[in-house]
């Protein structure tokens, strides 16, 4: 607890709003003086009484705890004396509050936590106009109940068929079959367009969960992803904060995923994605308020393909600081150690990637990419034998590792493995068989690096074969 914290709840513990603790004014006192309290009880009371006092005051901190939630939020805290009014007898007090909060509501922008406040408030606000017998009333907001009804269930069933498309590849679980097939037998878009016309202003909310949850459906389209994007971009003014946010992780995990299966070039699209979300001042993925792990080196990896060196750097520069305090040292040395590979200061790269702690599996490879190509250029040969090998021992060993990384890191380390052997010594059969592995499918770690490593080696052939 904080000192104004623990100040606040002694006062409470003295006066509360609800039962009073079973602990003596002593006991508060020393609470609110000691800096150890834990001290002052040894000294002063048998393990018995501790342990009462403990019980006690933790069952007063929940109450303080809830008492000051409740006071912070003004919606519940007005919702709640609504209720005590109405149980009073001063109905029209009641009233008058769901009235204003229902009309409020109606000028919102939606999303699902107000959808589902419209429902609840409604039910309420109909309650005491049916107990009133304000039948008019009743009627509209009945009416207008129904509606928002299906608008919530739409909404909802749609965000869901989102996260199912995500899920089904992963689980054959009979409950997904269950969702599928109620889901299949909704006529989504002749709701979407009777909602275009009978409450225009929810059409943008469905409108965009339904086309991105198309999108998840078919075969990858540029032009079908272009359709969706300036949907986005045309109804966006119509989304809150929360929701826009949701739907630019949404395309930016799908154009990933898409890139990641061979798809084609998808990294225009990506920078344009992150620096609109990021010129909306949308920066949740690199705190990791959402989808657990930071962003943070993802854009500064699609900038640097795009050859955007000072965005990228101007961008690790004013955004690291937003990075969870536990993981700022290392993105900050892995993008860096990045942006010197690609400005091709390999001293650079090596020292900022040898700070990195591998604490998983991501750190790891980054770290021995990097470390291995940043020696090869360096022609430290020897060492970079040595990290292939400490490589080739993690990949053996590590039990965090996908086996697609496995698989295509395996291949990265053959391919170097062949090009430092032919700078060693020349051997044109090394040469043969590196020609021979790059000609295969290079969606693997490092393939810009390694290809460019290809052309270097056909312009030498090309210069000596001249001299001849």
């Known amino acids: 607890m904080s000192e104004s914290e623990r100040r606040d709840f002694g006062n409470y513990l003295k006066a509360p709003i609800g039962r009073k603790p079973r602990v003596s004014n002593r006991i508060i006192d020393a609470f609110l003086n000691h800096e150890n309290f834990e001290v002052f009880m040894n000294e002063n009371f048998n393990k018995r009484s501790q342990w009462n006092s403990y019980s006690e005051l933790t069952n007063s901190l929940e109450d303080y705890l809830a008492a000051k939630k409740l006071l912070q939020n003004i919606n519940d805290r007005n919702e709640f004396l609504a209720e005590e009014f109405s149980h009073r007898g001063l109905t029209d007090l009641s009233k ?46 009945l009416n207008s109940r129904y509606e928002i009804h299906v608008i919530k269930s739409v909404f909802e069933s749609l965000m869901l068929q989102v996260e199912y498309e995500n899920r089904a590849t992963q689980s054959k679980d009979l409950r997904l079959e269950l969702f599928r097939f109620y889901n299949n037998s909704i006529d989504f878009k002749r709701i979407i367009q009777l909602t275009k016309k009978t409450a225009p202003r929810f059409y943008p909310l469905l409108s965009i969960v339904q086309k991105i949850s198309y999108l998840q459906t078919q075969p990858f389209s540029f032009s079908h992803f272009e359709k969706v994007r300036k949907h986005f971009y045309k109804y966006m003014d119509c989304f809150t904060l929360e929701f826009k946010t949701w739907i630019y992780f949404l395309f930016i995990n799908y154009l990933i995923r898409c890139n990641n299966l061979g798809y084609g070039e998808t990294d225009k699209y990506l920078f344009e994605l992150i620096r609109k979300k990021i010129g909306e001042g949308i920066t949740d993925d690199l705190q990791h308020k959402i989808f657990g792990r930071s962003h943070f080196r993802d854009y500064v990896t699609v900038a640097l393909r795009l050859n955007e060196l000072k965005w990228a750097s101007e961008f690790i520069d004013n955004y690291s600081t937003l990075l969870p305090p536990g993981h700022r040292k290392n993105e900050e040395n892995v993008t860096r150690a990045m942006l010197s590979l690609k400005k091709q200061d390999y001293n650079s790269s090596a020292d900022f990637i040898a700070n990195v702690r591998r604490s998983d599996y991501l750190y790891s490879t980054d770290y021995f990419r990097i470390i291995i190509i940043s020696k090869f250029e360096l022609n430290d040969y020897m060492e970079c034998m040595k990290e292939i090998n400490k490589f080739k021992r993690y990949l053996w060993t590590g039990t965090d590792v996908p086996e697609p990384y496995i698989e295509k890191y395996k291949r990265f380390l053959k391919i170097v493995s062949l090009l430092i052997e032919y700078k060693q010594t020349g051997d044109a059969s090394s040469l043969e068989e590196f020609n021979a592995e790059i000609d295969k499918d290079m969606t693997i770690p490092g393939s810009n690096w390694i290809l460019e490593k290809a052309r270097e080696l056909k312009k030498m052939k090309y210069r000596r074969a001249s001299v001849k």
Do not use: C, M, W
């Open 96 to 141: 008058a509050y769901y009235e204003k909060e229902v009309s409020k509501l109606n000028v919102s922008i939606p999303d699902e936590r107000i959808l589902t406040r419209f429902l609840h408030l409604q039910q309420k606000y109909s309650e005491l106009l049916n107990f009133d017998g304000e039948f008019k009333k009743l009627e509209s907001i």
